[in-house]
Structure formats: C-alpha cells, structure tokens
C-alpha cells in the first residue's frame, strides 16, 4: 500500500464560523484572518494505492459552479486534482474508487463534472462509495445544512449508476469496511460522516474529515460553528483522540492549510498537537 496527499486547492471561510464559541483573540494565532474575518483552508484529498485499487478519499469543490458561488469562498493558489494526481503518476481515470466521508460540497462537488448541460461523473471507471444514512441525510437536507448540499453534487452520482453503499452502525462508532480501511463513523458534524482509519508502515493514519478539520481544532471545546451537534462532536473527539494519544495515530488533516499530518499528546489542558508531519516522512 502507498498513500498520496492531494491538494485540490485552497478556499476561505470564516474564522468565526470554523472556530464556534471560540474567541478570535485565541484562534487567530492558528489561522490568521484576513480583513474580512476570513482564514484560508486546504482540500486535501487522500490518495491509497492499494494493489489493483486506486481509492481517492475525498475530492474537493470541483470547478463547475458559478462564478458568483465560487465568489462566497475565495478559491486561491495553483493546486488542482488533476495536478496533484499527475505528480504522483495518475489521471483520474485511474481512479477504481472514490470515498466520500459525507456530501458537503467542499469534499464532493469534485466528484461530477459539467458536460455541455449535463453533470456526468468525473471518475468514469470509478465506484462512488456513500452510506445509506447520510445519503437520505443529504437528498432530504434539513434547513441548517441545506446550502451545503447541493442536487448537482450528488444526485448525478446516483443517475451514474456508480453509487455503492458502505453499511454502518446507527450511532457513532469503529467499524469495518470492504475498502481495505477500518472507518469511525461519527453524526457530531453531520449525520454518518466516514471517516477512513488505514493501517500503513506498521503506523496507523486516521483521516480526520469535518470531525478535526486542521490542527488548530484538537482542543475538545474548539468546535465548528457548521456542526449540527456541537456537543455530539465533542464526545466523538474525546474518543478518538484518546486513542490517538494511546496508539501513536498519525492524523491527516484534511483543511489545514499548513499542517497535514499530527500526532497527540495528552496534557493537563486534555489532548494537543504533538509533532507535525507529512506522509512522505513515515518510513
């Protein structure tokens, strides 16, 4: 097995928002805001090879919407998907399967492509894989998530063909999965958000999703104001990061904009960042 850490680009969002109750006098030091209260954060996908599998964890925003929508979240820098696959050798045909930890648009909106007036996949010999629970979530949205799932991200996956199901428990918990990879599978965020855990070079990655989105978000109370049930994550942070801390678990951050990979401590003031690292230093 060999894994890639792809960057789809960056976007902003604000600091507010992305950091809850936290006050800004705390969390700027982490993500500085620009003048509009916005911090810049990552897309990073995760790319496993895995024999004959070519499994891509997530694919960002993509490029089809409008240029008004792009305009709410500041998309900057130079990385792509299609780049960040080249760099390792790969075209997106390449890919077998593409797993999405839930259908938010900034993890999924790269998984269709626009095709003169229809939306078609972007993978064409990939499975799309989704779970049951947050796909009713997403296609029958409640008001506060709404704006995040958008019918062109996901209903084409579905018209495809190329939707598979992950079965999961009803509640949060570790479970296993057909793909290779254990999953935590957590509702704090959203409901059945999949989170992939990988064992790799005798070490274990965890892919972190909505659940610990950069680094500047391990203290337990540091909770994004988008989570549906702020007090639900905090519970479900708590039990991963204890066995991070425990087990020596690498975390891969999926919106840092810096860090992409960390390792826990556990201190008197609860769980911290340890070290920083990226995949390309585990042996």
């Known amino acids: 097995m060999k894994l890639y850490a792809i960057n789809n680009g960056h976007f902003k969002l604000d600091g507010g928002a992305m950091f809850g109750v936290v006050p800004k006098s705390l ?20 790319l496993i090879e895995d024999g004959d599998r070519l499994i891509l964890v997530d694919c960002g925003m993509g490029d089809k919407q409008s240029e008004k929508f792009f305009g709410y979240y500041f998309l900057h820098g130079t990385d792509t998907l299609d780049a960040g696959l080249a760099q390792h050798g790969f075209h997106r045909n390449d890919i077998t399967d593409v797993f999405l930890t839930h259908l938010h648009f900034d ?25 049951q629970r947050h796909w009713q979530w997403a296609t029958q949205p409640n008001p506060r998530e709404k704006a995040s799932f958008l019918k062109e991200n996901i209903l084409p996956i579905y018209e495809s063909g190329q939707l598979n199901f992950v079965d999961v428990p009803q509640s949060s918990a570790f479970t296993t999965s057909s793909l290779g990879f254990d ?36 203290p337990l109370p540091w909770v994004m104001g988008y989570d549906t049930r702020p007090l639900l994550t905090m519970q479900e942070k708590e039990v991963l990061l204890q066995k991070a801390a425990a087990e020596s678990w690498f975390l891969f951050f999926e919106h840092d904009p810096v860090c992409e990979l960390g390792t826990i401590i556990q ?17």
Not at 27 to 46: G, H, I, Q, V, Y
Request: aromatic share 10%.
């Open 27 to 46: 969390w700027k030091t982490s993500n500085p805001p620009d003048e509009n209260n916005m911090c810049s954060w990552a897309m990073r996908s995760l």
């Open 107 to 131: 993890h999924c909106g790269g998984a269709i492509v626009k095709s003169g007036d229809l939306y078609v996949p972007a993978f064409k010999n990939a499975k799309f894989w989704s779970n």
């Open 183 to 218: 999953l935590y599978v957590v509702d704090g965020h959203t409901d059945a958000q999949m989170l992939p855990i990988i064992s790799y070079k005798g070490q274990t990655i965890a892919f972190m999703g909505d659940l610990i989105p950069s680094s500047g978000h391990i």
């Open 267 to 283: 201190t008197e003031r609860g769980p911290r960042l340890d070290k920083k690292s990226r995949l390309e230093d585990i042996l």
